[in-house]
């Protein structure tokens, strides 16, 4: 028997006679496209959640504005941790949140004390960090700095990462996927 294509009967499968067409299964249909309708409304609210719908978050965004991350705050503290290219050694800018959004420099951190005080020039000597550190040593800045939006280089060489009390840290150089390293990081309501 010949069948000709758009005939309407079907050919038999390999070692098989010929195929019977199946009743479709539309409640299964239903049930999975309900199903995905409800785990991607899931996903929505807890991303509304982790952005911290309801209060401020430490927020990285390319120049264009594309958000690469957003981190609840639950005080008002972060740092900005880094490898410091001249010792090629790891430090950290810690900063605490002002009530008007902006956010200051209120530490510095590092493994080695030169960093403290040949790079950052601090005024005073550098002084152990307290037991369960990330750093070994901690000193106060040379000079008050306060920001809107903090200008930051993230490339492999610095591996820019975001720490925030109560959150996983966020290594922000692996977020970025152009050519231009630049992002910034701000404090969203």
Do not use: C, K
């Not at 070692?15 to 299964?25: D, I, L, N, S, V």
């Not at 299964?28 to 309708?37: G, N, P, R, S, T």
């Not at 981190?71 to 950290?92: C, H, K, M």
């Not at 901690?138 to 700095?145: D, I, K, L, N, S």
């Amino acid at each position: 028997m010949v069948v000709l294509s758009g005939s309407g009967a079907r050919a038999a499968g390999p070692g098989g006679a010929t195929a019977r067409r199946r009743a479709p299964r539309w409640p299964a249909v239903v049930v999975l496209v309900a199903a995905a309708v409800l785990v991607g409304v899931g996903v929505a609210a807890t991303t509304a959640a982790l952005a911290g719908g309801d209060g401020p978050a430490v927020v990285v965004r390319t120049p264009d504005g594309e958000v690469l991350a957003s981190v609840p705050l639950t005080g008002d503290r972060f740092a900005v941790g880094y490898r410091n290219s001249v010792y090629t050694t790891l430090a950290e800018e810690r900063y605490r949140v002002l009530p008007d959004g902006r956010f200051e420099l209120v530490e510095l951190a590092a493994d080695q004390v030169a960093v403290l005080e040949e790079y950052y020039a601090v005024p005073g000597a550098p002084r152990p960090a307290p037991p369960g550190d990330r750093r070994d040593h901690v000193a106060e800045p040379a000079r008050p700095a306060v920001f809107d939006v903090l200008n930051i280089a993230a490339t492999d060489l610095g591996e820019r990462t975001l720490y925030v009390p109560g959150a996983d840290p966020v290594p922000i150089w692996r977020l970025v996927t152009g050519d231009d390293p630049t992002v910034l990081l701000e404090i969203e309501r």
